[in-house]
């Protein structure tokens, strides 16, 4: 059980962030918090039962992530309400796992592609320190198809840097891709990085999103390698701010395939050839 209450919790929000921009509702039942902002007309929900069990672990860090969220949401409102979505130079492709919504607060559905059984591709309107993932509703303000959106956002995720961390464990080679810019889990889509990588691999190369701020690329070159792999995404996919999936992939001839599957594949060949 919480060591504060909702409406405790809302009276902190409040004196932190003023009752003079925002309005606050919250929906006691389900311990809702609907917070409008009084300039934009824009408003966010945010779910207090999260809230409240980080707080119970981590007390006031867990106040300060809530607060810059808020804060960065509403900069993001207003950044887009004062500069408009004119072109498609800031737009780019976020990978999401499948059971994300589908929809926006307001009922708008997202513009969405196909991606892996696993994962669903979004598409994101950059606004500096955060982004809005787009919905039908806004290409409307464009004026361009969705499949323009699409490939524009396709061709800037090739622009992004791809540096890369590596480390060594039982004999198989990792690498990692971190920028923290909010697109690392979205090089996954850039055809020519995972071409070039699987150019240095010499085992079986496998591609892992567990969280929208990692990408990590693997050289499984033993069975021990597969083991450290499941480990490894399963904490990383535990601790990420915006979680997509704990399964990796194995990339074979410019395509992704669930690695559990690969594994079924492998234990009937060699039940074949025994």
């Known amino acids: 059980m919480s060591t504060i209450k909702a409406k405790e919790l809302v009276a902190i929000l409040k004196d932190r962030l003023g009752e003079t921009h925002y309005e606050w509702k919250l929906e006691n039942k389900t311990n809702k918090l609907r917070i409008d902002q009084r300039s934009t007309g824009k408003g966010m929900d945010l779910s207090l039962g999260d809230v409240l069990t980080k707080y119970d672990e981590r007390k006031d860090k867990a106040i300060d992530e809530v607060v810059y969220t808020i804060e960065q ?144 690329i693997g050289d499984i070159r033993n069975n021990t390698g597969y083991d450290v792999l499941a480990q490894m995404t399963m904490h990383f996919f535990s601790v990420g701010a915006v979680p997509i999936t704990s399964l990796s992939f194995i990339y074979e001839d410019g395509k992704l395939e669930p690695i559990f599957i690969l594994a079924k594949n492998r234990v009937k060949k060699e039940q074949g050839e025994s």
């Open 73 to 216: 949401t509403f900069e993001a409102l207003k950044a887009e309400k004062e500069q408009g979505f004119k072109d498609l130079s800031n737009v780019y492709p976020v990978i999401r796992s499948g059971s994300f919504p589908k929809k926006s607060k307001e009922g708008q559905p997202f513009l969405t592609s196909e991606h892996t059984a696993e994962t669903v591709i979004y598409y994101a309107l950059d606004l500096g320190t955060t982004y809005r993932l787009i919905d039908e509703s806004m290409l409307s303000q464009l004026g361009v198809p969705a499949e323009r959106v699409k490939e524009s956002a396709r061709f800037q995720v090739r622009k992004l840097p791809t540096h890369v961390k590596k480390d060594e464990v039982g004999g198989n080679i990792f690498y990692f891709l971190n920028e923290n810019d909010g697109y690392d889990a979205s090089r996954i889509l850039n055809d020519a990085f995972l071409k070039e990588m699987q150019s240095q691999v010499e085992g079986d190369m496998t591609v892992s999103v567990p969280h929208q701020d990692v990408l990590i």
